[in-house]
């Protein structure tokens, strides 16, 4: 009797193993075994049932975390990344709770882009991940091939998240150029993309250049938790603006950290500054000013002034002859009376020429060169941990610059803080040798290279607001939430 109930048991319990039977049908049916070779014995006691039993599955999150995962893998989402910054991508993905789609972008031998898209868009709505990165134009091109990839395959949305958004540097008229940031807004809109994701513009009115919605979300909140949580003694600092048009952020640093201000003036602008004006050093182009009249408008003008003098009469005992119409208009003031005028200057608004001044200017006035005043501080950095906030980093030379003048006015700890990180040329070795102490980003920007370069440079991860933008546009929630707040000077 106990062989049989060994060899059932053994027997039970390899069917257990291999996944046939779970646990407590196996206790089970040894029990039973038990009773019918064994009446005596009594079956399986309850506490050994009860702690046979399946558990709770346990979670982390709070059942109504406002960022948390509420039926966003619904089927008819895609996620689809380019090759600008991937890791980005995938922390996106992460916590949606959804895999990235299987999309193959790459170039051929002759550097055409190539995109193929291996699952079925047919649709759905399709999230394209591409930021500005170093090789911008190659960025800039898998996005809009992306895009109208997407478009040709039945695609039912197609929204573009994209942190940095190329060229936004480009939003204003220079001379001889033009507006790259709206026609790059252009190209996006037809290639097919209905809705844009993105953070920190350079300037907010780049908004305007899209034909399709447009969300600018801001990531100054990561950055002010940043100050609050890292900085022990940040109410000791003073946010700075390294040049007068960041002023407006600085400013809204400092009335949200309760903290004063200071202002950096005076520092030259170069050719390579963006908001550098470059006067025009052509000389002579082969214009004049004013254009030299035609030789009939000449002599027209010559025969209106001639049948003007006739019509004034000159002063008494002045020889007859012709006068200009400002010297009849002198005499005739000279004389105690107004001038009398036609009934055509009446009718057609002439202006009575002795309103009119002159300058002294014979042509159009040449506007005089800027000058160059020294750099100087405005505000009180002595003893104080000084923070220059700004909406990105690209050439450093201007921050170290201005740390360099910050330390000299006795500020003992500075910090850079801005909201994408593209540290172009040598910016890891020119930040490692100023007298910065830590330069603060966000990772809208891949600079993984720069960081092994330079350990004052710190990420900080924005990826749950990206994924949260997503997660409420999809489900058709407001977008007001991660707004809160926010001003225009943000």
Request: hydrophobic share 40%.
């Amino acid at each position: 009797m106990l062989l049989f109930v060994s060899y059932h048991s053994c027997k039970l319990i390899h069917l257990a193993l291999v996944g046939s039977l779970s646990r407590l049908d196996v206790f089970s049916s040894i029990g039973r075994a038990l009773s019918m070779r064994v009446p005596s014995l009594l079956p399986i006691p309850a506490f050994i049932l009860a702690t046979l039993r399946p558990r709770e599955p346990q979670t982390d999150l709070p059942l109504h975390s406002p960022l948390m995962n509420t039926g966003v893998c619904n089927g008819d989402i895609m996620i689809l990344a380019g090759n600008s910054h991937p890791a980005l991508a995938q922390l996106i993905a992460d916590r949606l709770g959804v895999r990235l789609g299987a999309c193959l972008v790459y170039q051929k031998t002759d550097r055409e882009t190539m995109v193929e898209i291996q699952e079925s868009v047919r649709s759905r709505t399709v999230y394209i991940l591409q930021t500005g990165s170093k090789d911008v134009n190659n960025s800039i091109m898998e996005l809009l091939v992306m895009a109208y990839a997407c478009k040709t395959s039945s695609a039912r949305n197609i929204i573009g998240v994209i942190p940095y958004l190329p060229y936004s540097k480009q939003s204003k008229m220079r001379k001889r150029g033009c507006i790259v940031s709206k026609l790059l807004a252009k190209m996006m809109c037809k290639a097919g993309l209905t809705h844009i994701i993105t953070m920190d513009l350079h300037q907010k009115e780049i908004q305007g250049f899209f034909d399709c919605p447009v969300d600018n979300l801001r990531a100054s909140p990561f950055l002010l938790n940043y100050i609050v949580e890292q900085i022990p003694d940040y109410r000791n600092s003073v946010i700075v603006a390294k040049d007068p048009a960041s002023c407006k952020r600085a400013t809204s640093y400092a009335e949200r950290l309760r903290v004063g201000i200071a202002v950096i003036h005076g520092e030259a602008k170069t050719r390579f500054d963006d908001d550098y004006e470059d006067a025009d050093e052509d000389g002579d182009d082969g214009r004049t000013s004013p254009p030299p009249l035609p030789a009939r408008q000449q002599g027209r003008l010559h025969s209106s002034v001639s049948m003007s003098s006739f019509m004034e009469r000159s002063e008494p005992g002045a020889e007859p002859g012709p006068v200009t119409a400002a010297a009849a208009a002198a005499a005739a003031l000279r004389r105690g009376r107004p001038r009398l005028r036609s009934a055509a200057s009446v009718c057609f608004g002439e202006v009575d020429p002795s309103r009119i001044m002159s300058v002294g200017v014979t042509g159009v006035p040449m506007q005089a060169a800027k000058e160059k005043p020294p750099i100087s501080v405005v505000g009180d950095v002595g003893g104080r941990i000084a923070i220059m906030v700004d909406d990105m980093i690209d050439d450093v030379r201007s921050f170290v610059a201005a740390a360099e003048m910050l330390k000299e006015r006795g500020a003992y700890k500075i910090y850079v803080m801005a909201t994408h990180g593209l540290l172009s040329a040598d910016a890891p070795r020119l930040i490692e040798e100023s007298a910065i102490d830590e330069v603060v980003v966000t990772n809208t920007v891949p600079h993984d290279v720069q960081k092994i370069h330079c350990h004052k440079i710190k990420t900080v991860d924005v990826s749950i607001l990206l994924s949260e933008a997503i997660r409420r546009l999809h489900n058709k929630e407001s977008l007001s939430y991660l707004f809160r707040n926010i001003t225009m000077e943000d």
